[in-house]
């Protein structure tokens, strides 16, 4: 598997332990995040929506498409800069930007694997 491959592979197991966890076990994350707990459904329908992007996200490391590499570096950083947004707008509460911030270097990782002349 190439460098850029494992990064979006490592973002993909990222994306499965979150996906599970809202899934599963919604509240716990969101008192993590300083969310307030609830018992609606929306926090666990994100998780299957994040579950969903971590098949796209280990798929395509499997299969090596390097144009998707591509596309979650800039994809990954707009979401650094709308949860940044948000805290800074007073929409969320600022852990939510330790999520933006795993996305940004997430993002900062395959974007150098990308460049590195030796991706094997």
Do not use: C, K
Request: glycine share 4%; aromatic share 12%; proline share 7%.
């Amino acid at each position: 598997m190439s460098r850029p491959a494992r990064s979006v592979f490592a973002f993909g197991m990222y994306l499965v332990a979150v996906g599970l966890a809202l899934v599963a076990l919604p509240n716990p994350l969101l008192a993590l995040l300083r969310f307030p707990t609830t018992h609606e459904i929306w926090p666990r329908v994100v998780g299957v929506v994040a579950l969903v992007l971590a098949y796209y996200y280990l798929q395509a490391a499997r299969h090596e498409l390097t144009a998707f590499f591509s596309w979650t570096v800039r994809a990954r950083a707009a979401v650094f800069v709308a949860f940044a947004a948000f805290v800074l707008l007073g929409l969320a509460p600022a852990p939510l930007a330790l999520l933006g911030t795993v996305d940004l270097a997430a993002a900062t990782w395959t974007a150098m694997a990308l460049r590195s002349p030796a991706q094997a």
